[in-house]
């Protein structure tokens, strides 16, 4: 089944870091650019972050940036998100997708096949 894994999530004390790992499963991420997603209870679902096919382009949400550094490894068929500075805002659960690259609406809309999520909660 072609899809996304995500994982790295876990919980983390405000000013904590993480480590998320997007995978393909079944296809190939070097032509896609791709981003991350969240989605905190009750609310609906953001883009964070996206980067181009090349990885010579990113995009941030205003929320992370200077936070938040997404990067891809082609090689290993994988998109990273390095989370610094976690604040309790930054819980929910966490998803990567396709973008059509990583300018105006479409660098922070996700399209096509969705992971099922890595849980972040940024708690004392």
């Known amino acids: 089944q072609v899809q996304f894994v995500e994982s790295g999530g876990g919980l983390v004390q405000p000013g904590g870091s993480l480590r998320l790992s997007c995978a393909a499963s079944r296809f190939t991420l070097d032509y896609f650019a791709v981003g991350w997603f969240r989605q905190a209870p009750g609310k609906e679902r953001e883009g964070v972050a996206s980067?181009?096919?090349?990885?010579?382009?990113?995009r941030y949400v205003d929320a992370v940036k200077g936070r938040f550094t997404i990067s891809r490894d082609n090689a290993k068929n994988t998109v990273y998100l390095q989370m610094d500075s976690l604040q309790p805002e930054d819980s929910g659960v966490y998803y990567c997708?396709?973008?059509?690259?990583?300018?105006?609406?479409?660098?922070?809309?996700?399209?096509?096949?969705w992971g099922q999520g890595t849980q972040v909660t940024v708690s004392s």
């Open positions: 997708a396709r973008t059509l690259g990583t300018r105006g609406p479409d660098g922070l809309t996700g399209i096509g096949y």
């Open positions: 980067i181009s096919i090349n990885g010579d382009e990113t």
